[in-house]
């Protein structure tokens, strides 16, 4: 009986290092125009500070379209975040509004640029486990995607 729980105990530990190197792209969802490509977060040091949360978005359209929020179970408050670099070397951080993502093109959520801000988590982020985030759209769509989340050194689903 303690062998089979052992080797469970494997099986669970592999998948949970395997499964987010398996992030792709996801298929487009029919009747929208929007793939969202390889959503990823960091585990978080607790509840007490804000976590973030990474992907591409890219629109298949003919149409222009905007991201125009998003939510997440796990936060009490989340929204997208553009961090910026002035001249001058002097980094800062604010609420980026609607993003725009140009017909055939991509925007990417990524450390050091837009970025979903997820404040007041309502649980840590935890290596190995994963989170439904939803992202809204100017044309009404809602798209909830799966986030894995890595380590806290993560710098994207490679390592």
Not at 37 to 65: C, F, H, K, M
Request: proline share 8%; glycine share 10%; hydrophobic share 40%.
């Amino acid at each position: 009986m303690n062998n089979s729980k052992n080797t469970l105990a494997g099986l669970a530990a592999a998948l949970c290092m395997v499964l987010p190197s398996l992030v792709a792209a996801q298929e487009p969802i029919p009747n929208t125009q929007i793939v969202v490509e390889q959503p990823w977060a960091r585990a978080s040091l607790g509840t007490s500070r804000p976590a973030g949360a990474y992907l591409t978005l890219r629109n298949l359209g003919d149409t222009v379209i905007s991201l125009t929020g998003l939510e997440a179970d796990i936060s009490g408050m989340a929204s997208v975040h553009q961090s910026k670099t002035d001249a001058n070397g002097i980094s800062s951080m604010s609420p980026a509004g609607d993003i725009e993502i140009p017909v055939g093109g991509t925007v990417a959520l990524e450390p050091g640029g837009y970025h979903a801000m997820l404040m007041k988590l309502q649980a840590p982020l935890i290596e190995g486990e994963t989170f439904p985030m939803t992202l809204l759209f100017s044309d009404d769509t809602e798209l909830t995607v799966d986030v894995p989340i890595f380590g806290m050194g993560a710098r994207g689903p490679e390592g």
